[in-house]
Structure formats: C-alpha cells, structure tokens
C-alpha cells in the first residue's frame, strides 16, 4: 500500500508564493495518478490540480488555472504543487493523493483518490 507525505505548507503574503510537496513511498509508489485537494475552514474539499499517467497529462481547478502549477520529479514518486500569485482565499489544508484512475476524466473528483496525506496548512495574509 502505498503512502504520501505533504510537506511545504505556511504562511504566505497575498502575491507571494509556496511551494508544496508531495512523496510518496511503498510498493509501485512511481505508478499511480496523484492530485491535490484542498479544504478551507467550513467548506468541502475541492479539486486544485492532477497529474495523470502515462503522459503525466496535467489538469487545474479554474480557480487556480494560471496561477499555480503542478509537476513531477526526477524520482516520480514526488509531486510538487507551485503557488504562484497567492490570494486570500488559497487559505486552506491542502491534501496530497494518490490512486490508479481508470477513467481519467474522473482526475478531479475526491471520490476516486484511495490514498490520502495529512495535508499540510497554507496560510495567505492579505
């Protein structure tokens, strides 16, 4: 079963920028679909970002297209989510996850993801 570990969370200024990680470790832990979720104090997880086998095809939320970027490192079993252009309302636990889609349309949906981080606190000051 694999795991994923979030790291890089904190406080950041509004137009700032963060930088989150995401490893994740145990058995085939290069070969699966990774996401990232976050959830803001009172209301539900929401999708921010995928990145899709075998391509490594990327996906956004609107609400963060053009501001952050996702990608995958050298090893393959890290992620990295690049904040860019933070705002106000990026404040949230952002949740790293894993799983093996197989429909890929389902990228950003929570539901589909079996594995799931702690998460890890950013904090964007205005």
């Known amino acids: 079963q694999v795991q994923v570990v979030e790291s890089g969370g904190g406080l950041g200024q509004a137009g700032g920028s963060l930088r989150l990680s995401c490893e994740a470790s145990g058995r085939s832990s290069t070969n699966y679909d990774m996401g990232w979720f976050r959830q803001a104090p009172g209301k539900e997880r929401e999708f921010v970002a995928a990145i899709i086998r075998p391509g490594d095809d990327i996906y956004f939320a609107d609400s963060v297209k053009g501001r952050f970027t996702i990608s995958r490192g050298n090893a393959k079993n890290t992620i990295y989510l690049q904040l860019n252009n933070l705002k106000p309302e990026d404040t949230a636990v952002y949740y790293c996850?894993?799983?093996?889609?197989?429909?890929?349309?389902?990228?950003?949906?929570?539901?589909?993801?079996?594995?799931w981080g702690q998460g890890t606190l950013v904090t964007v000051s205005s």
């Open positions: 996850a894993a799983t093996i889609l197989v429909d890929r349309s389902d990228a950003t949906r929570a539901s589909k993801y079996k594995v």
